[in-house]
Structures are given as C-alpha cells and as structure tokens.
C-alpha cells in the first residue's frame, strides 16, 4: 500500500542511452512533481504536474520530458544521458495547496 | 543562489536531550515553510510546518518556531531518541502548495 512509488529504485546505464523513471501514487492527488538530489545533498525541484498539465517547469535541459498520462502517474524520460545526470531522482505528491509526500527515490549513475 | 541554507552540516545529541536545528532564508515571499526527515535510501518524510502567520506550531516531541524578522527558522525535538537519527531538510515555498526550496540538510545522530 506504497503511497508514492517510483521504479526503478536503481539505474545504472551508459552515456548516451535514454532512460525511464516511473512514478504513481495512490493518494488521490492531483498535483505531481519531480525533484533531483545531486552530489551536494540539494533537493531541487525539476517540474510539477496538476490534473496532468504542467504548471512548474524549473531550468532543466529539454533532455528530460516528464509526461503524465493520468493523475496518477508522472514518468520522467530522459533522452542522451550525460554524467552529470547521476542523481538521485524523487517523486512527489500533493493535493494543491497541501503538503507533499515523496517517493524512495531512483538512484541513476551515468557511466 | 541558496535562499534556504542549513549551516550546520551535522549535529550530535545524547538521548534524551534537546535537538535544535536551525535554518535561514533570504526570499521575503517565502509564507509556508516545512521540515522533512530522511532515512538513507529512502524519500524524505513530512515532519512538521508552520505558516508565516504563526511563530509556533507544536507536535507531540516537535516543535518549530518562526522568527520572520530574522528570517529564520527553528525545529526543536524534545526529548531526542535514537530513531531520530536521519537528516533532516529545511523547505519553504511562495504560498501553500509551491514549489518547495529546500536546504542542504543537517545529519542528526542521536546517542544512546
């Protein structure tokens, strides 16, 4: 009974490979985010999804297209992976205006 | 430009003692401001927030007090026990339900 769950929890792929992270939370929520950890420990907000339209799209290279084909789901694809796109990636959650609840995290390591 | 900053890296406490931990921001919009706790290999868990129109806001063994005029903000957990121990993240965002800023994060262990 997962609230907010990502997969994979671990990615490990090569330079120049595009890759898929999925997220889905079972909360009823209607506004999704995704969220990038990097070396230095900062969580920082990448984009943000409400009843499936974008509403937050930070300065991220357009390499990364999140889609969200319902309420519940936010898949982040990521095209020609470069080494600095080694993170760990977080999904989140939320009612609008209410707080948000996240998920493990995907761990991506660019070889 | 870091406009939440957590200055402390990490901070040691015995058992059964007080944790304070401490953040500091520099955006005046910020009014909603939240503190999460992470376990390693684990998404960072909701603690506890507090609105700009409060000073205080109290659950069981956490507390966070707002000082707008400084611009700072404090979580207080009282007393600290083991499992408490986890990182701890500052967040605050430009009204309810924005994008969250968040902090560097402070490691708390907690000693038995």
């Known amino acids: 009974d997962t609230a907010v769950s990502q997969t994979p929890k671990y990615l490990v792929t090569q330079m120049g490979n595009d890759k898929s992270i999925k997220c889905e939370q079972n909360l009823g929520h209607d506004t999704m985010y995704w969220y990038k950890q990097d070396s230095k420990k900062f969580l920082k907000i990448m984009f943000s999804?409400?009843?499936?339209?974008?509403?937050i799209n930070e300065t991220v290279p357009n390499r990364f297209s999140p889609k969200s084909p319902d309420k519940a789901h936010l898949n982040l694809h990521i095209n020609s992976l470069e080494l600095g796109d080694s993170a760990v990636y977080f999904c989140?959650?939320?009612?609008?205006?209410?707080?948000?609840?996240f998920g493990p995290g995907t761990r991506l390591l660019v070889l | 430009d870091q406009q939440v900053k957590q200055n402390s890296p990490s901070l040691s406490v015995q058992e059964g003692r007080i944790s304070i931990l401490n953040c500091d921001y520099t955006n005046s919009m910020f009014d909603y401001f939240l503190w999460y706790k992470k376990y390693p290999a684990e998404g960072p868990t909701f603690l506890i927030s507090i609105s700009s129109i409060k000073d205080k806001n109290e659950d069981g063994r956490f507390t966070v007090f707002l000082n707008k005029s400084a611009k700072h903000l404090s979580l207080h957990i009282v007393p600290s026990q083991p499992g408490d121990s986890a990182v701890y993240f500052c967040a605050a965002s430009a009204g309810y339900g924005n994008k969250l800023v968040f902090g560097a994060g402070t490691i708390l262990r907690v000693k038995s």
């Open positions: 989140a959650s939320s009612r609008v205006e209410e707080t948000q609840y």
């Open positions: 999804y409400n009843n499936k339209e974008l509403i």
